[in-house]
């Protein structure tokens, strides 16, 4: 696939200002303690703190905004079809309620019960269950949209989504525009498919890193093969976020092959350590699937001096990974802390709940689930964070 870098560049612009009353620009954190423990100039991009607290809110409007221009009587008499288990469900939903448009989404059957408790919450939504994960879902509700003459939104393989993903790499030039390298986040490849054509088409030097899981690298494996493996097997990972295998046919993947310069794997405990070391650092909240930037710099040797950017791609964590990433009663303490879930000594704490290891973990999760602490709190917070729109 060729793009033409004056109309490519135009695209990401003109998708910018269509977007700009749904997104938000996330801010960009100079990190000083990940600058000084890799000898560089560390900064994060922090999607996680986008609307829908994932970077997926880009693609999604820059699509179904696209789609009500263009034809707004079909879309919002007929609606339009997407898979996802997870942000980009989440995204589709929050656009759909916004510009008043149905939206039926497809995912597996072993999605969270909470997701579904948040998903089914959106009144323009159907929810539809097929297969046992989201590359299934996605073939099957890209059938279904084909039979019902409905319009399908791709989670990743679509160039109005990649448009959207890339206006974070037009946020982030206008941001650091002496911008060294960059560490992207891959599952199905969309979000580093944008950042990667936009940033290389303006400056051709910066170098972009993709970064997975070893437990879940459909990506990586297939650019390693020189094509998309179909049959790809993977085993659980922490950042589940960017898991599962790509589509058949993705132009995500032709994309990676040519601008994507450098691959890093990591495991699961570094993904975890990323997550809490984040929270403790920064006190922000994060998902797995943002932790892989992170553990992925530190295995990367950066020249000294240089400005690294990472992509937080998101923060909406489960309350299952979020107990897990804790080992101990000072880092379930100290997480509490960071997010104000309490205000006691830890000593006092510690009295509070008996000193006991099977209650600690009950007033954890009960602090947690009071706080909200999990995908569940995005009902209540985007409205919040929501842009005002004009008139």
Not at 233 to 243: Q, R
Request: glycine content about 6%.
């Amino acid at each position: 696939m060729s793009f033409s870098p004056n109309t490519f560049i135009n695209n990401v612009h003109k998708t910018y200002e269509n977007i700009t009353s749904i997104i938000l620009k996330t801010p960009l954190l100079h990190s000083k303690w990940l600058s000084s423990e890799n000898n560089c100039n560390v900064f994060l991009k922090m999607e996680s703190e986008q609307i829908t607290n994932s970077f997926k809110l880009r693609g999604a409007a820059s699509k179904i905004i696209k789609l009500i221009k263009e034809d707004p009587d079909n879309l919002s008499t007929e609606g339009f079809v997407t898979a996802s288990s997870g942000n980009h469900a989440l995204a589709c939903a929050y656009v759909a309620e916004l510009e008043k448009v149905k939206t039926q989404i497809y995912t597996h059957k072993r999605i969270s019960s909470i997701k579904k408790q948040i998903l089914n919450s959106f009144p323009n939504v159907v929810l539809n269950y097929y297969g046992e994960e989201c590359c299934e879902a996605e073939i099957h509700a890209r059938e279904e949209a084909k039979k019902k003459g409905l319009i399908y939104v791709s989670p990743y393989n679509d160039i109005d989504i990649i448009n959207g993903q890339a206006t974070i790499g037009l946020e982030l030039f206008s941001q650091l525009p002496n911008l060294d390298t960059v560490f992207v986040s891959v599952g199905g490849g969309g979000l580093i498919s944008g950042i990667a054509l936009y940033l290389k088409l303006i400056n051709p030097s910066i170098e972009i890193i993709g970064c997975q899981a070893i437990n879940d690298c459909c990506m990586h494996e297939s650019i390693s093969a020189g094509k998309l493996i179909q049959n790809y097997s993977y085993l659980n990972t922490f950042a589940d976020g960017a898991a599962g295998k790509v589509e058949p046919g993705s132009i995500t993947f032709e994309i990676c092959q040519k601008y994507v310069d450098k691959w890093v794997l990591v495991n699961e405990e570094d993904i975890e350590k990323a997550v809490y070391d984040v929270l403790i650092n920064e006190r922000k909240i994060i998902e797995g699937s943002a932790g892989l930037t992170i553990a992925a710099l530190r295995k990367t040797k950066i020249a000294n001096n240089k400005n690294v950017a990472l992509i937080v791609c998101g923060g909406n964590i489960g309350i299952k990974n979020v107990v897990s990433v804790f080992t101990d009663d000072t880092k379930l303490y100290s997480f509490l802390i960071a997010h104000h879930a309490i205000t006691c000594n830890k000593m006092n704490f510690l009295t509070s709940v008996g000193g006991d290891e099977k209650q600690l973990t009950s007033a954890i999760l009960i602090q947690l689930m009071a706080k909200e602490i999990c995908f569940s709190y995005l009902v209540y917070g985007m409205k919040q964070k929501r842009p005002a729109r004009s008139l």
